[in-house]
Nanobody, 116 residues
Framework: VQLQASGGGLVQAGGSLRLSCAVP????????IHWYRQTPGDQRDMVAT???????NYAPSVEGRFTASRDSAKNTAYLQMNNLSPADTAVYYC???????????WGQGTQVTVSS
């Protein structure tokens, strides 16, 4: 399984973007999806999680601005990012963890750049 992340881009401060993370195959319903971001020279930090049951959790820095969701019909998880600030500029990654087998897979990163 290879996750497919997309949706990054350049946006002005206060704007919005929606990231997508597609999980090919028939096992999407088993996957917990974690969203991470990373800036050059820093560690990869988790910003949001949506479990296979739809439970969500957020880092304090994005709480109230970011919303994780999932669409089983499209085998895709989303990260809606609102009220973006330059501090949100990073490469964003999704990671899938199979809740049954514990298999972990990463998507390629997608760049999010927020201009002031």
């Amino acid at each position: 399984v290879q996750l497919q992340a997309s949706g990054g881009g350049l946006v002005q401060a206060g704007g919005s973007l929606r990231l997508s993370c597609a999980v090919p195959g028939t096992t999407f319903h088993l996957y917990n999806i974690h969203w991470y971001r990373q800036t050059p020279g820093d560690q990869r930090d988790m910003v949001a999680t949506i479990t296979h049951r739809g439970e969500t959790n957020y880092a304090p820095s994005v709480e109230g601005r970011f919303t994780a969701s999932r669409d089983s019909a499209k085998n895709t998880a989303y990260l809606q990012m609102n009220n973006l600030s330059p501090a949100d500029t990073a490469v964003y990654y999704c990671k899938g963890v199979n809740s049954w087998s514990r298999q972990t897979v990463w998507g390629q990163g997608t760049q999010v750049t927020v201009s002031s």
